[in-house]
């Protein structure tokens, strides 16, 4: 079975400042990995994927996310957060196999504070 | 742009009414699925659909059925509104097929239904 752990439920950062989202998969074989960010009120976007080859995946908004495949993680970051980065951010994971949904992680709510 | 459309954003219910939730997409996408979304517990699958009529329960099937009669729209149904059924409904679509497994899911702007 696959699943998503995001850790944190709120992470809280400073505006200018490195953030960090964690999330952890477990999954039969290699992943397809993804970030989704949602806003109040809205339904999720499409931040970033990895698929394969490089470890560092660059993404819209200026994000980015670090593949680890010994520590099955694969965290989301930015170099200098901004308030309007504030929101609701979702990892999910799919197999290689097959045709299965996106799991979810539970979701982690990021305060970017000026 | 693929674009997917949820029929509301917000309705108010009554307990014991049948309510439909409507979602269509544009980019011809096999594969459309249901979650609800509740606090604390992120998204969670109801149904999901990879071909017209055809339909595969989620983790949380009971109380809702779906009906997918053209390939561009996919209904999730709730035959009997209860209060526990109130929360945000998001509708994705995705491709599917041979070396597709690596593309994203396009959401809707989802549906907050409340259940009095």
């Known amino acids: 079975a696959q699943s998503v752990a995001q850790p944190e439920d709120q992470v809280n950062v400073a505006e200018g400042n490195p953030l960090t989202v964690k999330c952890t998969y477990s999954?039969?074989?290699?992943?397809?990995l993804f970030w989704y960010v949602q806003y109040p009120n809205r339904g999720l976007q499409f931040l970033l994927k990895y698929i394969t080859g490089d470890n560092l995946v660059k993404g819209s908004y200026g994000f980015e996310a670090e593949f680890n495949k010994s520590q099955t993680s694969f965290h989301l970051k930015k170099p200098s957060a901004l308030v309007s980065d504030s929101a609701l951010y979702f990892c999910a994971v799919r197999g290689l196999e097959g045709n299965t949904p996106l799991v979810f992680g539970k979701g982690t709510r990021l305060s970017v504070i000026a | 742009d693929v674009k997917v459309t949820q029929s509301s954003r917000y309705l108010v219910k009554r307990t014991g009414e049948k309510v439909f939730l409507e979602c269509v997409q544009d980019m011809d996408h096999e594969n459309m699925f249901w979650y609800r979304q509740d606090p604390g517990l992120g998204l969670r699958l109801i149904y999901f659909?990879?071909?017209?009529?055809?339909?595969e329960k989620g983790d949380i099937p009971e109380g809702y059925s779906v009906s997918r009669e053209k390939k561009e729209r996919f209904s999730l149904i709730l035959e009997s509104a209860s209060t526990n059924q109130t929360s945000m409904y998001l509708c994705?679509?995705?491709?599917f097929g041979q070396g597709r497994q690596n593309t994203e899911a396009f959401f809707g702007q989802g549906t907050r239904l409340t259940v009095v």
């Open positions: 994705a679509s995705s491709l």
């Open positions: 659909s990879y071909d017209v009529k055809m339909k």
């Open positions: 999954v039969s074989g290699n992943p397809y």
